[in-house]
Each structure stands twice: as C-alpha cells, then as structure tokens.
C-alpha cells in the first residue's frame, strides 16, 4: 500500500510525461523541426524511465519485501523477470535476443548468495544470543543463591509460622522471574531505540512485528523460571531450626 507522498509523486510525474506528450502532438501538428521532436522524445524515454525506477522501488520496499517475510519462493523470480523486462525495454533489446548487460540468472544467484550469507550470520547471532543468555542466567541464579544466604533467618521465620515447601520456592522463583523480565523490558526499550536512530540515519524502515516483541520478553521470564529453581529449590530445603540460628 502506497502512502500519500509516494502516490502524489508518481501522480506528478505522470501528470509531466502527459503534458510533454501532448507537446510532441502540438509540434507534429504544426510541422515543427524533426530534430526538436526527437529532442522532446527523448526527454519522454527519459521521464518514463525515471518513473519505472521510482515505481520498480516502490515494488520492491513494499511487495516483495512482504512476499519474502511470508515466505513466497516465487517473489525473488518475479522481481527478476520484472528487472530484467525493464532493463530490455529501456535498451530496446527483444525479448528472443541475448544481452550481457544484465542476467536474471545471475542477479538470482547474487541474491541466493545474500540469502545464504545472511542465514550464516542469523545463526551466529543465535549463537552469540544463547551465550549471552546462559551467562545472564548464570548471573540470575548467582544473585539468587546470595539472596538465599543473606535471607536465611528470613525463610527460618516464615517456616516456622506456616510457610510450606512451595511458598518458599515459588517466592524465589518470582523474584528470578521479575528479575529476568526487568532485563527483558529493557532489552526491548533498547531495541527501539536502535530502531529509531536506524530511521533517522538511514533510509531503510525496519519493520516490527508484536510476535518479535512477545516472544524474546515471554523467553526471557523461561530464563528466569529456570536458572532459579536451583536457588528456589534450595531455599525450601532449609531446616526451620538452622535457618533461625543462622547469622
């Protein structure tokens, strides 16, 4: 879907090659110099193909960018063909005739290429984002171990007036929980930010999907969950009488 200030501009080009063509009818009706009409001719091929740039990355930043995040294998084919009809139609090649100027196929192969280098690199971010969540979750499960020692008494008092096993455990579990989600909100308020100095910098707008902002914020409280069993678990085990003489 087009926005406003790109259909206004491919309007006004239009509207531009419209009055130039009507320009060349008004000279061929009034028997004008052959030269002059060749001139404004060309001025047209010019303007008509300023127009299938812009409308071609039009195409590009919105349909075939969406058909590729949905996955459609036949996306990437089209946008070649269409490129390479362009191309014939700009340099007056038929379409039986060879070129080398420019070849769908290895424009494909380029783009496979991108494709496989940037499935490369998404598996080492994956791999450098698993690490950096086992260290994280290492350091949760760190602090919640301290906090089990600094709270001992703490756990003796509330054992000894009624807390069960799974108080104690889902107590601690909570508090890694929050912990984890902490740093998983303000992972998220970083991303946009990135986000935001990427558009202002650069021409390219990143597209954010909710799901991508659920599921790594969903992830983080699992991490949470997980790395402070061990504390939670260890916390239900203490004896009431050695945590209240605890010191």
């Given at each position: 879907m087009r926005d406003e200030k790109e259909y206004k501009d491919l309007i006004h080009r239009l509207s531009r090659i419209e009055g130039q063509v009507r320009g060349i009818r008004e000279m061929v009706e009034s028997d004008r110099y052959c030269v002059d009409?060749?001139?404004?001719?060309?001025?047209?091929?010019?303007?008509?193909?300023?127009?299938?740039?812009?409308?071609?990355?039009?195409?590009?930043?919105?349909?075939?960018?969406?058909?590729i995040r949905q996955g459609k294998e036949g996306a990437v084919d089209e946008l070649c063909k269409t490129i390479e009809s362009k191309v014939r139609a700009m340099k007056g090649i038929e379409e039986e005739d060879e070129y080398d100027s420019?070849?769908?196929?290895?424009?494909?192969?380029?783009?496979?290429?991108?494709?496989?280098?940037?499935?490369?690199?998404?598996?080492?971010?994956?791999?450098?984002?698993?690490?950096?969540?086992?260290?994280?979750?290492?350091?949760?499960?760190?602090?919640?171990?301290?906090?089990?020692?600094?709270?001992?008494?703490?756990?003796?008092?509330?054992?000894?007036?009624?807390?069960k096993t799974w108080d104690i455990r889902w107590q601690f579990l909570t508090e890694a929980m929050v912990l984890s989600l902490i740093g998983g909100v303000?992972?998220?308020?970083?991303?946009?930010?990135?986000?935001?100095?990427?558009?202002?910098?650069?021409?390219?707008?990143?597209?954010?999907?909710?799901?991508?902002?659920?599921?790594?914020?969903?992830?983080?409280?699992?991490?949470?969950?997980?790395?402070?069993?061990?504390p939670a678990y260890k916390a239900s085990l203490l004896n009431p009488i050695n945590a209240l003489r605890y010191e």
């Open positions: 009409i060749l001139t404004q001719v060309s001025a047209i091929q010019s303007a008509l193909n300023s127009f299938n740039k812009v409308l071609l990355s039009s195409h590009i930043k919105s349909c075939v960018v969406e058909d420019v070849s769908a196929t290895s424009m494909k192969s380029a783009i496979d290429t991108l494709n496989s280098f940037m499935g490369a690199f998404s598996l080492i971010m994956g791999a450098v984002a698993s690490i950096s969540l086992l260290v994280g979750g290492i350091g949760i499960m760190n602090i919640m171990l301290v906090s089990v020692t600094e709270r001992t008494r703490e756990i003796g008092i509330r054992m000894a007036i009624g807390a303000i992972g998220i308020v970083l991303g946009f930010v990135g986000i935001a100095a990427i558009k202002m910098f650069t021409s390219f707008t990143p597209v954010v999907s909710l799901l991508y902002v659920l599921l790594p914020f969903s992830f983080s409280g699992l991490v949470g969950l997980f790395f402070g069993f061990f």
